[in-house]
C-alpha cells in the first residue's frame, strides 16, 4: 500500500508493509503531525490512538528509511539513521526516497495520506 506523506512543502513517498499493524496505521489516514527530532536517530509524532500489535515480530533493528511503530509510548518512528534492535518497534513500512529532508533539525509538520486521496 502506498502512502504520501507531505513535509515542509515537499511529497515524499512510502510503502507500507501488508501487516496487521500496518493496515491499523493505514486506517488512521489521513494524519497531520509534528515530527519531532528523538536520539539524532529518527523523527517522531504521537498517533491518536494506540495501533494492533497483532502477530509482530518482538522488536525489530531499524534501518535508514523504515516507518515504524513504537509501541510501548503508542508513537510513529522515521528513521533517518540506522539504529540497534529495539523491542517493542514494529515496521510498518520504508520510505522510497527523501530521507534526507528528515535530517532537518526542529519540528517539521507533516501530513501522511494514503496515495490517491
Known amino acids: 500500500m502506498q502512502i504520501t506523506i507531505e513535509v515542509e512543502g ?19 489516514l489521513p494524519l497531520s503531525l509534528t ?27 531499524p534501518k535508514v528509511g523504515y516507518l515504524a511503530y513504537y509501541a510501548p509510548w503508542g508513537n510513529l ?9 529495539s523491542s517493542g518497534l514494529v515496521k510498518l513500512g520504508m520510505l522510497d526516497s527523501g530521507v534526507e529532508l528528515l535530517r532537518l533539525p526542529g519540528q517539521l509538520k507533516a501530513t501522511i495520506s494514503l496515495s490517491g486521496r
Do not use: V
Not at 515524499?12 to 496487521?20: Q, W
Not at 518512528?77 to 534492535?85: G, L, M, N
Open 77 to 85: 518512528a522515521i528513521f533517518h539513521k540506522d539504529f540497534r534492535y
Open 10 to 28: 515537499t511529497t515524499l513517498t512510502a510503502t507500507l508493509e501488508d501487516t496487521e499493524t500496518a493496515r491499523d496505521f493505514a486506517a488512521l
Open 35 to 61: 515530527l519531532e527530532d528523538y536520539a539524532s536517530t529518527e523523527k517522531i509524532s504521537d498517533l491518536p490512538r494506540r495501533l494492533s500489535t497483532q502477530g509482530a515480530p518482538a522488536g525489530i533493528t
